[in-house]
């Protein structure tokens, strides 16, 4: 039987999806609904001072209206930072509280406050207009570079901070800067971004009066996570009482990680008012309240010698993590940034400094690639104008430093186990037709357009898992994951996932995966996930991780099916196990030749008995049935690499960036679907480019959000891009059976330094700040026209 | 509130709206078609996009008694005799699909690309789809399935 991992096998979920069929959360209806509208802070800083709901009470439809003081008094608890992070002194970090609805103060726009609940939306609406609240405005702290010298946001968080952490050697590094030829500076902020998944977040919730079950439908990357988040700490209602069922999820990027205020709120609410309840983001609420993105502004520095030897790297951010600290707040800008930091090179001392800092704006948490791509966009920036100024090709420079072996121990955390990344350059390079490119440059100035070219090479640590390390670095939960696998007694099986698709095909990559170790045609596999009342339990979907960690938990349920099925199939055929050989679906007695499918293993499995014959097909030591179930945690992260070419050309006239040409060479590891995997990619290097030229995400200083929609804030679109031209290389992981490595997040890792690269190239070494946007740009060309003009 | 008359995916339908019904809500919460998706509030992202007598339009930004009297396709009304239109088999073989909330709107926007265009160049699907914003593919695959439909039309 051919193999199914590895091939383009078409996608079990687009028939729905393309009929219009899908069931998103706000396409379910349950009878006798209300609606939901918050009324939310428009102030970034406030005092709550009164809250009047009498009159709004009185509006037509009004089923209740609940606030901060009601949520208090019940003592439904507030939102969490999922990691603990310490300071360099030792300290542990300090995190404010943060209720579900604010009661005595308001710290962005957007913080609900109240939550209107009405037989219609428009009653609800219109409610909602008549809530009165008296604020007392207070000065409101917005910028990340200044919020330390700020007014104090929360009580008792001295400078708004949260930590000042480090990780590696300030005293080594600096004796490496001291023998340092040249030292390498960059000033750089990476922008603030909005996930944007095109499904704005939703929630259903359906309490049951006679169970006193509570049924959350909602947008979320990790049903299971949530129940946990909103029981343990939330207090909603125990785990056994609430059903979490995140249904087909339009996408989430990070943003759907998080137990939002909404969910806490809706599912209490329902309680007490005992009837479902509809709530339905807005776009502009989703701007308002999703977590936002990146949002760093750094300083690092590089020192090498002439001949273009690393020695040493440095690196001193400050993290903006918004209002709050949330889910992944305080450890995207620590342990998933810091270590990356030194990227795909040996540089024998390094440290990063990291300073988390709270602002009026909303919370900021993990969005696709969450720190790696800050730490490579730091790096990647680096080691270009390192080239520049060395005089040594960009290419050249980082092979130069490049580990030729491995396991290669990289400077700060983590060991990498596997990868050749001069294979993986030396690939791009080619395909990217890298050594005329100077003839493509004259061509394009012959029309009067200036050319760049820009590359990056990265890895990343991902697949988030090991559980003992994640928990030894503050994560407050193990990060394993789970799979059961059914076999029903008439052959169909069903596979559950603690992971969570919302686009990413586990429908179709995880059946494909247990097609081939049982043996049986894809068809007869349906995957399950998404419904914490049918799974048993799981970590779900972020940090590349489904795979890694939640499709070898299947792998490993499928080979316990596997083990049973040859200690049946050996009592069934009177052979000893040792004789069974298992192979494409059949369990073979080796010398008679005798055969059992495994589709006969499972029904007997179930149905273990004769009529007139006392016998049983079940071993001693077994149980009838044919369900096995595993959790799987990894021994260390899966570690992608790759490098990524970038051609830009500039019109000087109008400042307007086109990408041109757009080169990617990534080592996943083994690749389950290739066609699902390149889509992986492209979606990834869109967001990328996204950031490098289009997306921004503004407050004033007042804190108001200026880019609250499609209007102010760009979305790349279809004509934003060329086609993207993709390579692999393949280097297997070593820490999971089937080499695989996370490829979800690597095209918005290692895209914006490409595409940044490439402009600066193209504007002659000017450094330029994302979005590079054509006003900015057609500035800088104005520069090289004018220093141009003093040259000559 | 006014009385309507359409023909919605080949059925006839009547039903008394109030005048600030929006039509993809109309859609949506009056004949249960959830096929049709609400991305944004600014008529920019094309979630909603459906056909009025053959033309595709943004239904978020059109009211329910506009389209009196017209006749309504909608992505579950593509599929013919449980045989997927050329374009849905397009982006199913092309993978021009990962979450698929855009993609009724991207179907059906696509679609009427090809009514008035055969073989349309990468950058005029490109152009045509500025319209429907996707977050997941980075539309390559969507241009591929645009293609791949227009050498089976
Ligand atoms: S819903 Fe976004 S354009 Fe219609
Ligand atoms: S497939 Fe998710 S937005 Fe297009």
Not at chain 1, 497 to 519: K, V
Not at chain 1, 548 to 574: F, H, P
Not at chain 2, 11 to 38: A, C, M, Q, W, Y
Request: with cysteine; hydrophobic share 35%; aromatic share 6%.
């Amino acid at each position: 039987m051919a193999s199914l991992v590895g091939s383009r096998v078409e996608r079990k979920e687009d028939k729905r999806f393309l009929t219009g069929k899908g069931r998103y959360t706000a396409d379910i209806n349950i009878a006798n609904q209300t609606y939901a509208v918050f009324v939310r802070s428009p102030h970034a800083r406030a005092k709550i001072k009164k809250v009047d709901v009498s009159k709004a009470l009185k509006s037509s439809g009004v089923v209740g209206i609940l606030t901060g003081e009601e949520i208090a008094t019940d003592k439904i608890g507030g939102l969490i930072a999922g990691w603990a992070i310490r300071s360099e002194d030792g300290t542990e970090m300090k995190v404010p509280a943060n209720p579900p609805l604010a009661k005595d103060v308001a710290n962005f726009v957007g913080e609900p406050i109240a939550i209107v609940i009405a037989d219609t939306l428009d009653e609800a609406k219109s409610a909602s207009d008549l809530v009165k609240i008296d604020y007392k405005i207070l000065k409101a702290v917005t910028n990340t570079a200044k919020t330390m010298s700020g007014e104090t946001i929360h009580d008792g968080i001295d400078k708004n901070l949260c930590y000042d952490w480090l990780l590696g050697d300030r005293e080594k590094v600096k004796e490496a800067f001291s023998k340092a030829d040249k030292i390498i500076k960059v000033d750089l902020i990476n922008n603030r971004l909005v996930p944007n998944a095109m499904e704005p977040r939703a929630c259903v919730v359906d309490y049951n009066t006679a169970s006193e079950e509570i049924t959350l439908y909602t947008t979320s990357q990790n049903p299971h996570l949530s129940r946990l988040v909103m029981s343990a700490f939330g207090g909603v209602a125990p785990e056994n009482k609430l059903r979490v069922v995140a249904p087909d999820v339009g996408g989430g990027f990070g943003s759907k990680i998080n137990v939002y205020n909404e969910e806490i709120v809706c599912s209490w609410a329902s309680k007490k008012i005992e009837r479902p309840i509809k709530w339905v983001a807005e776009r502009t609420e989703s701007f308002l309240t999703d977590t936002h993105g990146r949002d760093h502004v750094t300083h690092a520095e590089l020192a090498v010698t002439n001949d273009g030897k690393f020695l040493g790297f440095k690196n001193e951010t400050i993290a903006n993590l918004g209002a709050y600290a949330r889910v992944f707040g305080t450890v995207t800008p620590t342990y998933l940034f810091g270590p990356c930091a030194t990227g795909v090179y040996e540089i024998p001392a390094a440290y990063s400094n990291v300073k988390a800092v709270y602002t009026n704006t909303a919370p900021v948490d993990a969005y696709r690639g969450a720190g790696r791509p800050e730490a490579t966009y730091t790096i990647e920036r680096l080691v270009e104008k390192a080239a520049m100024e060395l005089g040594i090709d960009r290419t050249e420079l980082r092979m130069r430093n490049f580990p030729k072996t491995f396991p290669f121990k990289q400077t700060l955390v983590h060991t990498v186990d596997s990868g050749d990344y001069v294979a993986g350059l030396e690939k791009a390079k080619q395909m990217a037709d890298y050594n005329n490119f100077e003839s493509r440059r004259k061509e394009s100035e012959a029309k009067g357009k200036l050319r760049g070219i820009g590359v990056s090479s990265y890895f990343e640590a991902c697949g988030i898992a090991p559980s003992a390390a994640v928990m030894s670095l503050g994560c407050g939960v193990g990060l394993w994951e789970s799979a059961e696998v059914r076999f029903n007694p008439t052959g169909q099986i069903s596979v559950f996932t603690g992971a969570h698709s919302h686009g990413q095909s586990h429908q179709t990559t995880f059946a494909q995966i247990a097609a081939d170790e049982l043996g049986v045609p894809i068809e007869n596999i349906d995957v399950v996930h998404g419904d914490t009342d049918k799974g048993t339990f799981g970590m779900g979907t972020y940090g590349s991780r489904s795979l890694t960690v939640g499709g070898i938990a299947i792998v490993n349920a499928c080979k316990k099916i596997v083990a049973k099925g040859k200690r049946v199939a050996a009592k069934m055929l009177e052979v000893s196990e040792d004789e069974i050989e298992f192979k494409d679906g059949e369990f073979v007695a080796l010398k008679s030749n005798k055969k059992k499918t495994i589709g006969e293993i499972a029904f007997a499995c179930y149905v273990p008995g004769q009529r007139d014959e006392m016998k049983s097909p079940i071993p001693e030591g077994d149980e009838p049935g044919l369900i096995e179930s595993s959790f799987f945690d990894p021994a260390n992260f899966s570690f992608p690499a790759g490098s990524h070419i970038c051609e830009v050309e500039i019109d000087p006239e109008t400042g307007e960036v086109k990408v041109e040409k757009y080169t990617a060479v990534d080592d996943f590891g083994r690749i389950v679907n290739p066609m699902i995997v390149e889509g992986q990619v492209h979606g990834g290097i869109a967001q990328g480019i996204g950031q490098a030229l289009h997306e921004n995400t503004e407050y004033d200083e007042t804190g108001q959000l200026i880019t609250a929609s499609y209007m102010d804030y760009t979305m790349p679109r279809a004509d934003n891009f060329p086609e993207f031209n993709l390579g692999f290389t393949c280097t297997h992981a070593t820490s999971n059976p089937l080499g695989v490595k996370g490829c979800g997040e690597a095209g918005a890792i290692a895209s914006p330094p490409t595409v940044m690269n490439a402009v600066i190239d193209a504007l002659g070494g000017q450094e330029i700040s994302m979005p590079a946007t054509a006003e900015k740009v057609w500035k800088a060309c104005k520069n090289l026209k004018k220093s141009n003009s003093k040259a000559a | 509130m006014q009385k309507i008359n359409l023909e919605v995916n080949g059925k006839k339908i009547s039903k008394e709206v109030p005048d600030h019904t929006i039509l993809s809500n109309f859609l949506r919460d009056h004949l249960n078609l959830t096929g049709t998706h609400v991305g944004c509030d600014t008529s920019q992202c094309g979630a909603c996009v459906i056909h009025v007598d053959g033309k595709s339009i943004k239904s978020c930004s059109t009211l329910a008694v506009d389209v009196n009297n017209s006749k309504i396709t909608t992505i579950e009304g593509l599929a013919k005799n449980g045989e997927m239109h050329p374009m849905q088999e397009a982006f199913k073989k092309m993978h021009g699909l990962q979450c698929g909330f855009c993609t009724p709107g991207m179907v059906m926007s696509a679609v009427d690309l090809l009514k008035n265009k055969k073989n349309p160049t990468d950058q005029e699907i490109r152009k045509w789809l500025e319209g429907n914003i996707c977050r997941c593919t980075g539309y390559q695959n969507i241009v591929a399935a645009v293609k791949e439909a227009a050498s089976k039309l």
